[in-house]
């Protein structure tokens, strides 16, 4: 699904039919496994903050407080201007379902292609790929909420659980956890991946990797 959003598409209201259809499935969709759910119930009664660099939504349809999530790379569940000439973002949900629901021959209506509002160019998804992500109030927000949270307890008891954190961008997550479990004697550093499962030497006594899928270990862990 991630490689067809990259297809040069014939015209807009292609595009959006598959785009439609791939935001309905990933954002509107019960996920097909208990993953974020069982999850939750191991930390519902801790001290946690999620970081995390999926769109998907998945933790906050599982229970997980809205408060202390940091989607860093946007939502499926929001537009914005393609161009972008302002930073708001738009909920999609509801014309999202209606290109779902009339589009035919792999076209949506050309009524319903997202524009502007405020300019009248394209709206596009509110997904980081270049400069053009717009960073709106929510997402400054909860970049603030995960920077103080780190702040007040880096020096505490943390585990830092890293779960699915491949090379694509590791600056996000990966790194920062290596750094903030180096800087402290009290911090354990797990990582959970069935191709990236490795911890640095430096923090080797510390850690625990395990080369499994996450479904299978969260369920084992609980």
């Known amino acids: 699904m991630y490689s067809g959003g990259f297809y040069p598409y014939s015209a807009s209201e292609e595009f959006w039919a598959y785009w439609s259809r791939y935001i309905f499935v990933n954002r509107y969709s019960d996920p097909p496994k208990p993953v974020y759910n069982e999850?939750?119930?191991?930390?519902?009664?801790?001290?946690?903050?999620?970081?995390?660099?999926?769109?998907?939504?998945c933790f906050q349809k599982a229970g997980f407080d809205k408060k202390r999530l940091f989607y860093t790379q946007g939502d499926y569940g929001l537009f914005q201007?393609?161009?972008?000439?302002?930073?708001?973002?738009?909920?999609?949900?509801?014309?999202?379902?209606?290109?779902?629901?009339?589009?035919?021959?792999?076209?949506?209506?050309?009524?319903?292609?997202?524009?502007?509002?405020?300019?009248?160019k394209p709206m596009t998804m509110n997904l980081r790929s270049d400069e053009?992500?717009?960073?709106?109030?929510?997402?400054?927000?909860?970049?603030?909420?995960?920077?103080?949270?780190?702040?007040?307890?880096?020096?505490?008891?943390?585990?830092?659980?890293?779960?699915?954190?491949?090379?694509?961008?590791?600056?996000?997550?990966?790194?920062?956890?290596?750094?903030?479990?180096a800087q402290n004697k009290k911090a354990r550093y797990v990582c959970v991946n069935t191709d990236m499962a490795y911890a640095p030497d430096k923090i080797?006594?510390?850690?625990?990797?395990?080369?499994?899928?996450i479904a299978l270990t969260i369920n084992s862990l609980k």
């Open 81 to 120: 201007c393609s161009v972008p000439c302002h930073n708001k973002t738009y909920d999609n949900e509801e014309i999202v379902r209606k290109m779902v629901e009339n589009q035919r021959d792999m076209k949506i209506p050309s009524k319903l292609v997202p524009k502007c509002p405020v300019c009248g």
């Open 204 to 213: 080797r006594d510390r850690s625990l990797c395990f080369s499994e899928d």
């Open 132 to 181: 053009k992500f717009a960073e709106d109030d929510g997402w400054h927000l909860a970049c603030n909420r995960y920077e103080r949270f780190i702040k007040e307890n880096k020096n505490k008891k943390v585990l830092y659980l890293e779960l699915g954190v491949g090379m694509n961008t590791p600056v996000i997550i990966k790194y920062p956890f290596w750094r903030l479990t």
């Open 39 to 57: 999850l939750y119930d191991i930390v519902k009664n801790k001290n946690y903050f999620v970081i995390t660099t999926n769109v998907d939504h």
